[in-house]
């Protein structure tokens, strides 16, 4: 690669999220306010997941004694320091704020991903906006994504065998299929990722971070804006499977009963 050639940034889960979540020349959401931030939430949860920094113990999360390098070690020591656990859904409800997404989206300018850009109203208020600065990091995670959605996340004999914290760490495509039957919880830090079956010949294993990318992409409503072509109904079964996802998606629902009652008085 030389010097005039853009080099892909390696992003977290959050980051990820909102690039792919955001139009590239006007800087806007492409889903509503409320699912971005809530989704971020979700997405903050996912990355200390499998960084290996909380874990889900029955139906709480809980804090380990890891102690990775990571952008989230606010939200990491705000769940630490709770006297009593909550679960995956409340710790969404606490973290989706305009103020995380704002801190994860003025990350990504400082790397040169996208630009900050300020819009006037009235002459007064101005919202942010985040047009994209530098097209690598979103084009290497499309071509990640489009490899997983041709390889086993496409296979119609897929199946729910759950990937652990370790496996997360380093995700051999060889024998991915038989480590997973070792998980020890039904709920692992990454979501549905390998098969019970052999993969197709060739096929590409997803690895965790990406299929952890495409729950919760379908949980915000986004999977199928950008893939309109791919195996929805697979990813339906990611998003339902890996609980970052899942208390997003029972979050949004929550959220949209509550403005359709309000709709109504």
């Keep these: 690669m030389d010097a005039e050639t853009p080099r892909a940034v390696e992003l977290s889960l959050p980051q990820a999220f909102l690039l792919l979540a955001t139009n590239d020349k006007d800087g806007k959401p492409e889903v509503p306010v409320f699912a971005l931030r809530t989704t971020t939430a979700g997405a903050i949860l996912a990355e200390l997941a499998l960084l290996g920094a909380i874990e889900l113990q029955g139906k ?20 630490r320091g709770k006297s009593r656990p909550h679960t995956p859904k409340a710790w969404v409800a606490i973290l989706e704020g ?17 630009e900050h850009v300020g819009e006037k109203h009235l002459g007064r208020f101005r919202a942010m906006r985040y047009p994209e600065k530098d097209h690598a990091s979103e084009e290497a995670l499309l071509k990640k994504i489009q490899a997983t959605l041709s390889g086993a996340l496409s296979d119609p004999e897929a199946s729910a ?24 919880t039904p709920d692992a830090a990454t979501p549905d990722a390998a098969t ?8 590409q294993a997803p690895d965790a971070r990406t299929t952890a990318l495409i729950a919760l992409l379908q949980a915000a409503g986004l999977f199928g ?13 990611l998003a339902r499977s890996y609980w970052p996802s899942r208390a997003v998606e029972d979050e949004l629902r929550l959220i949209r009963l509550a403005e359709e009652e309000a709709a109504t008085l």
Excluded: C, W
Aim: aromatic share 4%; glycine share 4%; net charge negative.
């Design 225 to 237: 804006k950008l893939f309109p072509e791919a195996n929805r109904s697979r990813a339906s079964e």
């Design 196 to 203: 019970r079956a052999p993969a197709k010949p060739g096929a």
């Design 98 to 114: 305009r103020a995380e997404v704002r801190r994860v989206y003025e990350g990504m300018a400082a790397q040169g991903i996208v």
């Design 60 to 79: 709480h999360i809980r804090a380990t004694d890891a102690a990775p390098k990571t952008d989230f070690l606010h939200e990491l020591e705000l769940i």
């Design 161 to 184: 065998s759950q990937v652990t914290k370790a496996e997360a760490e380093a995700v051999d495509a060889g024998t991915i299929a038989a480590e997973a039957a070792d998980a020890k």
